[in-house]
T-cell receptor, first 118, second 109 residues
C-alpha cells in the first residue's frame, strides 16, 4: 500500500487563489521531504527540500515567497502556492526520504497533484 | 556540474527487448536508481544498483559500471503496458537524487 499520501490529487481554481497541497508519510517519520514540479513532457524538477523543524531549502529559480513550505511535524509537509496564476499550472509531486535504509527506495512518492489555474 | 544523460525517446515492438542507457557525472555516488513513470502519474521505483554488475528482477534488469559512469535498464518480453517514461537517477555524496530527463518508451504492436 501507499506509504506517502498526497492530497488533493486534482485542483482547479481561479487565478489569484492560494492552494495548499499536503504530503504525509504514513508508516515512517520523514525528517526530509521533497517537492517536485513536472510540466508536460518534461522530467521532474526539484523545487525544494523540506526539513522538519527548519526552513526549506529552495532550488535556484524557485520563489520561496510564492511556494511556501511548512514541515511542522515528522509526518506532514505542506506546499502552498500563493496567488496562483495560469503559469503555475503543473503536476506537483512530493516525496519523503525513508530513514529505514537507503538500500532500496531512497524516496517514496505521493501520487501527485495536478494543479490547473484558470 | 552534475549531469545525467539518457535518450529522449525510444520505440520498440511488443514482445521484443529494449535497452535504455544512462550515463552520469555526479559529485559522489551512492547508488543509481531507475523509475517508471506513466503519463499523469508519480514515478514508481524499479531498481537500485550500487555495485557493478547486473541486477535482475523479473522482466526488468539493470546494469551498472561505476568506472564508466554508465548504467542501462533492460526490458524483456515487452508488453504494451510498458509504454512509459523511464527515469534514471543518481544519489550523490549529499544523498540527494539527481534526475535524468527521462526516456519515453513507445511500444508498438
Amino acid at each position: 500500500g501507499a506509504v506517502v499520501s498526497q492530497h488533493p490529487s486534482w485542483v482547479i481554481c481561479k487565478s489569484g487563489t492560494s492552494v495548499k497541497i499536503e504530503c504525509r508519510s504514513l508508516d515512517f517519520q520523514a525528517t526530509t521531504m521533497f517537492w517536485y514540479r513536472q510540466f508536460p513532457k518534461q522530467s521532474l524538477m526539484l523545487m525544494a527540500t523540506s526539513n522538519e523543524g527548519s526552513k526549506a531549502t529552495y532550488e535556484q529559480g524557485v520563489e520561496k515567497d510564492k511556494f511556501l513550505i511548512n514541515h511542522a511535524s515528522l509526518t506532514l509537509s505542506t506546499l502552498t502556492v500563493t496567488s496562483a496564476h495560469p503559469e503555475d499550472s503543473s503536476f506537483y509531486i512530493c516525496s519523503a526520504r525513508d530513514p529505514r535504509g537507503l538500500g532500496n527506495q531512497p524516496q517514496h512518492f505521493g501520487d501527485g497533484t495536478r494543479l490547473s489555474i484558470l | 556540474g552534475q549531469n545525467i544523460d539518457q535518450p529522449t525517446e525510444m520505440t520498440a515492438t511488443e514482445g521484443a527487448i529494449v535497452q535504455i542507457n544512462c550515463t552520469y557525472q555526479t559529485s559522489g555516488f551512492n547508488g543509481l536508481f531507475w523509475y517508471q513513470q506513466h503519463a499523469g502519474e508519480a514515478p514508481t521505483f524499479l531498481s537500485y544498483n550500487v555495485l557493478d554488475g547486473l541486477e535482475e528482477k523479473g522482466r526488468f534488469s539493470s546494469f551498472l559500471s561505476r568506472s564508466k559512469g554508465y548504467s542501462y535498464l533492460l526490458l524483456k518480453e515487452l508488453q504494451m503496458k510498458d509504454s512509459a517514461s523511464y527515469l534514471c537517477a543518481v544519489m550523490d555524496s549529499n544523498y540527494q537524487l539527481i534526475w535524468g530527463a527521462g526516456t519515453k518508451l513507445i511500444i508498438k504492436p
